[in-house]
């Protein structure tokens, strides 16, 4: 845990190459303390069909997956970093945005915790 899921205009990796993108949030997550870096996950969807405030436009949209029971302060300290980064690193993308979701722990599955069962 987390999963990160970054939306990107294809044109944004003429820009960063994709893998120097998920490394570097990748980078930035782990780099807050608030997860071991093995558990963060991060995966790059490129679309080619897209409009920003009507137009075709660059665009970098995150959507961060953690267990529920971070702190609201947490939270921001994850998004104001990870989107920090971005935009020093891509000035050149006028819309970069993060959102932080709780998964709720009750109903939540994966390998390890189905084996355990």
Same mark, same amino acid.
């Given at each position: 845990?987390?999963?990160?899921?970054?939306? &990107?205009? #294809?044109?944004? +990796? $003429?820009?960063?190459?994709?893998?120097?993108?998920?490394? /570097?949030?990748?980078? %930035? *997550?782990?780099?807050?303390?608030?997860? %071991?870096?093995?558990? @963060?996950?991060?995966?790059?969807?490129?679309?080619?069909?897209?409009? @920003?405030?009507? $137009?075709?436009?660059?665009?970098?949209?995150?959507?961060?997956?953690?267990?529920?029971?971070? +702190?609201?302060? $947490?939270?921001?300290?994850? +998004?104001?970093?990870?989107?920090? &980064?971005?935009?020093?690193? /891509?000035?050149?993308?006028? *819309?970069?945005?993060?959102?932080?979701?709780?998964?709720? #722990?009750?109903?939540? +599955?994966?390998? #390890?915790?189905?084996?355990?069962?």
């Amino acid at each position: 845990m987390p999963h990160c899921l970054i939306e &990107a205009a #294809r044109e944004v +990796s $003429e820009l960063i190459a994709p893998q120097e993108l998920v490394q /570097l949030v990748h980078d %930035q *997550a782990a780099d807050t303390g608030l997860f %071991q870096p093995g558990e @963060v996950k991060v995966r790059l969807g490129l679309y080619e069909h897209h409009c @920003v405030g009507g $137009e075709p436009g660059l665009f970098v949209h995150l959507i961060f997956y953690v267990l529920a029971g971070r +702190s609201d302060d $947490e939270k921001r300290v994850l +998004s104001r970093r990870v989107v920090r &980064a971005l935009v020093e690193r /891509l000035p050149q993308v006028p *819309a970069i945005s993060l959102d932080v979701r709780d998964i709720r #722990r009750e109903v939540f +599955s994966n390998r #390890r915790n189905c084996l355990d069962d």
